[in-house]
Protein backbone atom coordinates (compact mmCIF):
# COMPACT_ATOMS: atom_id res chain seq x y z
CA UNK A 1 0.00 0.00 0.00
CA UNK A 2 1.35 3.00 -0.66
CA UNK A 3 1.26 6.02 1.57
CA UNK A 4 -1.02 8.70 1.00
CA UNK A 5 -0.08 10.89 4.05
CA UNK A 6 0.36 13.63 1.76
CA UNK A 7 -3.14 13.92 0.19
CA UNK A 8 -4.69 14.49 3.23
CA UNK A 9 -3.96 17.70 3.58
CA UNK A 10 -2.98 18.66 -0.30
CA UNK A 11 -5.46 20.79 -1.82
CA UNK A 12 -8.00 19.48 -3.56
CA UNK A 13 -7.31 20.15 -7.45
CA UNK A 14 -3.85 18.59 -6.39
CA UNK A 15 -5.27 15.29 -5.17
CA UNK A 16 -7.65 15.43 -8.41
CA UNK A 17 -4.50 15.72 -10.37
CA UNK A 18 -2.64 13.27 -8.88
CA UNK A 19 -5.67 10.69 -9.35
CA UNK A 20 -5.74 11.83 -13.49
CA UNK A 21 -1.99 11.05 -13.63
CA UNK A 22 -0.88 8.13 -11.68
CA UNK A 23 -4.08 6.29 -12.01
CA UNK A 24 -6.63 6.60 -14.74
CA UNK A 25 -3.72 7.88 -17.35
CA UNK A 26 -2.16 4.64 -16.14
CA UNK A 27 -5.19 2.37 -16.10
CA UNK A 28 -6.28 3.32 -19.51
CA UNK A 29 -2.56 2.41 -20.57
CA UNK A 30 -2.66 -0.66 -18.61
CA UNK A 31 -5.80 -2.13 -19.98
CA UNK A 32 -5.24 -1.25 -23.79
CA UNK A 33 -2.62 -4.03 -23.32
CA UNK A 34 -3.90 -6.39 -21.01
CA UNK A 35 -7.33 -6.99 -22.29
CA UNK A 36 -5.96 -8.26 -26.18
CA UNK A 37 -2.75 -9.89 -24.07
CA UNK A 38 -5.10 -11.71 -22.17
CA UNK A 39 -7.66 -12.68 -24.95
CA UNK A 40 -3.74 -14.01 -27.10
CA UNK A 41 -3.04 -15.93 -24.08
CA UNK A 42 -6.68 -17.39 -23.76
CA UNK A 43 -6.89 -17.75 -27.50
CA UNK A 44 -3.12 -19.96 -27.83
CA UNK A 45 -3.67 -21.62 -24.33
CA UNK A 46 -7.19 -22.59 -24.72
CA UNK A 47 -6.87 -25.79 -22.73
CA UNK A 48 -5.03 -24.50 -19.35
CA UNK A 49 -5.68 -20.89 -19.36
CA UNK A 50 -8.55 -19.50 -17.79
CA UNK A 51 -10.61 -18.07 -20.22
CA UNK A 52 -12.24 -16.05 -17.28
CA UNK A 53 -9.42 -14.19 -16.69
CA UNK A 54 -9.94 -12.19 -20.42
CA UNK A 55 -13.28 -12.07 -19.78
CA UNK A 56 -13.23 -10.62 -16.64
CA UNK A 57 -10.38 -7.89 -17.79
CA UNK A 58 -12.46 -6.62 -20.74
CA UNK A 59 -15.23 -6.20 -18.05
CA UNK A 60 -13.15 -4.21 -16.38
CA UNK A 61 -11.49 -2.35 -18.87
CA UNK A 62 -15.04 -1.24 -19.81
CA UNK A 63 -16.50 -0.40 -16.26
CA UNK A 64 -13.55 1.34 -15.78
CA UNK A 65 -13.57 3.67 -18.37
CA UNK A 66 -16.88 4.31 -17.91
CA UNK A 67 -16.47 4.98 -13.99
CA UNK A 68 -13.52 7.39 -14.24
CA UNK A 69 -15.11 9.43 -17.02
CA UNK A 70 -17.94 9.84 -14.58
CA UNK A 71 -15.42 10.83 -12.09
CA UNK A 72 -13.54 12.88 -14.65
CA UNK A 73 -17.10 14.55 -16.50
CA UNK A 74 -19.41 15.07 -12.91
CA UNK A 75 -17.43 14.30 -9.82
CA UNK A 76 -13.97 15.98 -10.12
CA UNK A 77 -15.20 19.14 -12.09
CA UNK A 78 -18.18 19.08 -8.30
CA UNK A 79 -14.82 19.13 -6.28
CA UNK A 80 -13.45 21.70 -8.01
CA UNK A 81 -16.34 23.66 -7.50
CA UNK A 82 -16.56 23.31 -3.69
CA UNK A 83 -19.44 21.72 -3.47
CA UNK A 84 -18.60 19.81 -0.76
CA UNK A 85 -21.31 17.92 0.80
CA UNK A 86 -23.74 18.61 -2.54
CA UNK A 87 -20.95 15.85 -3.97
CA UNK A 88 -22.80 13.19 -1.69
CA UNK A 89 -24.91 11.73 -4.27
CA UNK A 90 -21.88 11.54 -6.77
CA UNK A 91 -19.46 9.93 -4.34
CA UNK A 92 -21.81 7.32 -2.99
CA UNK A 93 -22.51 6.02 -6.69
CA UNK A 94 -18.26 6.09 -7.13
CA UNK A 95 -18.25 4.04 -3.82
CA UNK A 96 -20.72 1.16 -4.85
CA UNK A 97 -19.02 0.98 -8.52
CA UNK A 98 -15.33 0.99 -6.36
CA UNK A 99 -17.02 -2.23 -4.60
CA UNK A 100 -17.82 -3.91 -7.69
CA UNK A 101 -14.34 -3.07 -8.58
CA UNK A 102 -12.92 -5.37 -5.62
CA UNK A 103 -15.12 -8.00 -6.51
CA UNK A 104 -13.66 -8.33 -9.77
CA UNK A 105 -10.27 -7.60 -8.22
CA UNK A 106 -11.18 -10.77 -5.92
CA UNK A 107 -11.96 -12.77 -8.48
CA UNK A 108 -9.51 -12.17 -10.68
CA UNK A 109 -6.85 -12.91 -8.32
CA UNK A 110 -8.98 -16.31 -7.54
CA UNK A 111 -8.60 -17.24 -11.22
CA UNK A 112 -4.73 -16.66 -11.31
CA UNK A 113 -4.12 -18.07 -7.86
CA UNK A 114 -2.91 -14.74 -6.99
CA UNK A 115 -1.48 -14.06 -10.00
CA UNK A 116 1.17 -16.49 -9.52
CA UNK A 117 2.74 -17.94 -13.07
CA UNK A 118 2.31 -21.52 -13.78
CA UNK A 119 5.33 -23.78 -14.35
CA UNK A 120 6.80 -23.53 -18.12
CA UNK A 121 4.28 -20.35 -18.81
CA UNK A 122 5.24 -18.61 -22.12
CA UNK A 123 6.52 -15.31 -22.00
CA UNK A 124 2.92 -13.69 -23.07
CA UNK A 125 1.35 -15.46 -20.30
CA UNK A 126 4.05 -14.06 -17.48
CA UNK A 127 3.70 -10.16 -19.13
CA UNK A 128 -0.12 -10.81 -18.37
CA UNK A 129 -0.13 -12.54 -14.99
CA UNK A 130 2.75 -9.93 -13.94
CA UNK A 131 0.97 -6.54 -15.40
CA UNK A 132 -2.16 -7.69 -14.59
CA UNK A 133 -0.94 -7.87 -10.65
CA UNK A 134 0.60 -4.19 -11.16
CA UNK A 135 -2.55 -3.13 -12.22
CA UNK A 136 -4.42 -4.62 -9.63
CA UNK A 137 -2.37 -3.23 -7.12
CA UNK A 138 -2.74 0.41 -8.76
CA UNK A 139 -6.05 -0.09 -8.53
CA UNK A 140 -6.14 -1.28 -5.20
CA UNK A 141 -4.47 1.78 -3.96
CA UNK A 142 -6.77 3.77 -6.19
CA UNK A 143 -10.12 3.58 -4.72
CA UNK A 144 -7.82 3.06 -1.25
CA UNK A 145 -7.43 7.05 -1.82
CA UNK A 146 -10.44 8.21 -3.64
CA UNK A 147 -12.56 6.23 -0.29
CA UNK A 148 -10.16 6.88 2.59
CA UNK A 149 -8.78 10.32 1.92
CA UNK A 150 -10.61 12.63 -0.68
CA UNK A 151 -13.78 11.47 -0.58
CA UNK A 152 -14.23 11.92 3.10
CA UNK A 153 -12.42 15.64 2.87
CA UNK A 154 -14.84 16.16 0.38
CA UNK A 155 -17.36 15.67 2.12
CA UNK A 156 -16.74 17.07 5.35
CA UNK A 157 -15.54 20.31 3.66
Not at 25 to 51: C, G, I, M, Y
Not at 117 to 128: E, H, K, M
Amino acid sequence: MTDFTVWKTAPFNAVIDHILQRYHHVHRAQLDELVPLAQKVAAVHADTFPAEVAELLAQMQSELLSHMMKEERVLFPMVGQGVGRGAAMPISVMMHEHDEHDKTIARLRELTNNFDIPAGACGSWTRLYRLAEEMVNDLTDHIYLENEVLFPRVLAS
